[in-house]
């Protein structure tokens, strides 16, 4: 061992002070009865629901939340009753500061006071209350706060910068309480400390996790403060400060306090002080691991809050990738004034031992207050300690609304995402930067072609329509295969379908009206139709065209039905295509609505797919101030092969539908743009996604506008992942005797059995939204929904990371390892889904 001795340094050999710790005899404890069941709702605010049940419910019951999603503002516990959260169950606290404010208008804010905001959850004056459960309380600490234009812990990190103080919510406050009670729950990404007591006697917390980002500030995990009688027991805990830190102001000691079987991770370790004024005495550490923080085991303080920690027992101690193994400190803020002198003694460390290297800190206050410690069997950088005592952070189910911390969040910005494109795991790095492009800079080109319906044609600059000018680039693109040629649309309605082929020189189409409404290219296919309609409808425009136009048409014109993929008013097969100022649609019932039958009484019952865009296997593919207007299927992203992708960039552009109208398995980026869900639908996703499980980026939002034209009852949602191509489902079971859905070569369902291929399977689907804003319509608790209802032939549960991945793959009944070759889930865990920075509007 190495140590950094200091002044005030006593190290006893003898036999320490006998040390005792929680005065009660404790064992896990037992949920209470439930006095009623709430079901999650879809309105934006349970508050009042959830308060009325606590205010009705009688001592010894618990109010229950059954599994799904639910949203408060502040709430209160009364003495003897309790909260209950099934597994599955995920209260979170509103972002509406306003609701958390004390009544100076300060909550949401940074001032040198600080403490504006109330708790999520008091206990206050109670006893016998407690929160049990495997469910999950979220304090959306990483979510931009409603009217503002940062997180909670963004502004907890500016007021650092600005030497201030944040006001911002604590997620549990329990003060001159008794027999309280933690049970299983999990707490996670608090704006502030988890879990703070105060003047309490009887604390238990027992098979609690507690998870919050290594970087959120001032997140504490369990603070027990001038506090008596707690356990923390069988607890995993990791945050952005300390895991465990008892202190001691100036409401008294804090006594008798066991911290038994934990595991600690991410945070500043396991922490006395800073306050110790009133007093700590009699606490015991036993059975602790902490892996990756910053200290070990710590005791701090100094003479603005000093006062005397004695009969302190570390038992049984395993440390690894811990800076500071041990860290004891009487000089904490080295610039601190005051009398309040720091005095440590009966300290004793039984059976400590970091695995790797750390600096072992003990600095007593002066000569005349020195540490007194007593050490046994303990070691640094003792790799062959601690065997097996070490394990992952547990991981729950995955939170219907997972989010990113802000190193995962990195992994998604625009740089990152458009620098990779080809085979999927085995992307090539090529960087792309659209916006340096001269189509986003407004650069004024000089065109080659113009299409204007008044004016004279001469084939050969001047064009009536847009697919005419667009053959005329394919044959002028022999000459010249690698020159971009520029098609400038004049102002008007274009009412043709435009089919721009991979043989072509790259092409750029530009509307030069004053905006993307100015100038639109419509029609009005839809899925149905049959490829005998389709060529008699626009058989005519395509008669004079090069051959490879030609063979697109026939594609679609030898079909019985034309099909999804028939379908697009714009087809753009051509590699680095762009368009800029210009309206792609759809009309397919634009006239009458898209109603569903569901929705009566409602104009047109019908409504099939209907694409305005297919970017189809095109990389490069980037548009600036586009409007895409259609109901389902508006857009399309398609990639050149299953397991690679291709690249699209959009810019402040407009997309609307009603169903999956943003779909495809190939990479795009969405920026500074607005995408509106249409409300003629009983029920909306505006995202279906069908990624490569092994691509790395499927669809990234980022400063999105998720808008409705009025709808706001919460029933719409950001994505469900497309199950591409099955027939049947292996993840749940069907009322169908003798149903069997397995792993196999092809996709087939015949009636009662059927098999699942490996192309439906590893078809993911990967989305994230970043610093955007999501209007009310969008399902609050739970934004990315299963495909399909659970009991349909076609269900898959939402797969939020590889973890979910693997699991279901398991519990389905195939093996990743021997049915699809994997090693092993990916580690660090693929995101899938996520969210960073945003807000609800």
Known sequence: MTYRYSVGLAVLLATGAAHTQDSRTVNEPAPPPSCTVLATGAGADDTARIQTAIDGCQRGQAVRLSAGGFVAGPLTLRSGVSLLLDSGATLRASINPKLYDRGAGTCGTIDKQGRGCKPFITLDNVKGSGIYGEGVIDGQGGRVIDGGSESWWQLARRAQKEDARQNVPRLLEITNASDITLHKITLRNSPNFHVTLNRVDGFTAWGVRIDTPADARNTDGIDPISSRNVTIAYSHIRTGDDNVAIKAGNNGPTENISILHNRFYSGHGMSIGSETNGGVRRVLVEDLSMDGTTSGLRIKSDVSRGGVVDQISYRNVCLRDVKTPIDISGRYDKKARGSLLPVFTNIRFDDVHSVTPGRVVVEGYDEQHPVRVEQRNVSINDPAAC???????????????????????????????????????????????????????????????????????????????????????????????????????????????????????????????????????????????????????????????????????????????????????????????????????????????????????????????????????????????????????????????????????????????????????????????????????????????????????????????????????????????????????????????????????????????????????????????????????????????????????????????????????????????????????PSPVDIFLGEFNNSDE
């Open 387 to 825: 065997a097996n005592r070490f394990a992952p952070f547990p991981v729950a189910a995955a939170s219907p609304r997972p989010q990113l911390t802000p190193e995962q969040a990195k992994q998604f910005s625009y740089s990152e995402v458009l620098k990779y494109v080809g085979e999927a795991g085995k992307e090539r790095i090529d960087p792309w930067d659209p916006l340096a492009d001269p189509l986003a800079k407004g650069a004024a080109f000089t065109p080659d072609y113009i299409v204007d319906k008044t004016a004279t044609a001469d084939g050969v600059r001047t064009f009536n329509s847009v697919q005419e000018a667009v053959n005329r680039a394919v044959l002028d693109s022999a000459a010249q295969p690698a020159k971009r040629l520029y098609v400038l649309l004049k102002p008007g309605v274009y009412a043709e379908l435009v089919y721009l082929p991979s043989e072509a020189a790259p092409i750029t189409l530009y509307g030069e009206g004053k905006d993307a409404a100015a100038t639109r290219i419509t029609a009005r296919l839809e899925a149905s139709m049959t490829g005998a309609a389709y060529a008699a409808a626009h058989g005519a425009q395509f008669t004079r065209a090069p051959a490879t136009i030609q063979a697109m048409f026939a594609s679609v014109r030898e079909r019985a039905q034309i099909g999804t993929f028939g379908t697009q008013t714009v087809w753009a097969k051509n590699n680095g295509f762009q368009a800029r100022n210009l309206t792609f649609e759809n009309g397919y019932n634009k006239d009458t609505g898209n109603a569903r039958a569901e929705s009566l009484p409602n104009i047109n019952n019908i409504h099939h797919q209907a694409l305005a865009l297919s970017v189809d296997g095109v990389d490069k593919a980037q548009f600036e101030n586009v409007r895409l207007i259609g109901f389902q299927d508006t857009l399309f992203l398609k990639s050149p092969q299953v397991g690679s992708t291709v690249r699209s960039f959009f810019n402040k552009s407009y997309i609307e539908g009603d169903v999956d109208f943003i779909f495809g398995d190939s990479t795009a980026y969405f920026h500074q743009s607005e995408v509106r869900t249409l409300g003629d639908r009983g029920v909306s996703y505006a995202a279906a996604p069908n990624t490569h499980v092994k691509t790395r980026y499927g669809f990234v939002f980022d400063q999105v506008r998720f808008t409705h034209e009025g709808k706001k009852n919460g029933d719409f949602y950001l994505l469900r992942q497309w199950f591409s191509g099955s027939r049947c489902t292996p993840y749940a079971p069907l009322a169908v005797e003798g149903y069997r859905c397995t792993y196999g070569a092809v996709n087939v369902y015949q009636a009662p059995t059927g098999t699942i291929a490996r192309s439906s399977l590893e078809a993911v689907g990967k989305m994230v939204v970043l610093n955007s804003r999501i209007g009310p319509h969008i399902n609050r608790q739970q934004p990315w929904h299963d495909w399909n209802k659970k009991g349909s032939i076609s269900y898959r549960p939402a797969q939020y990371n590889s973890d979910d991945y693997w699991k279901n793959l398991v519990a389905a009944g195939i093996d990743p390892v021997k049915d699809l070759g994997y090693t092993q889930p």
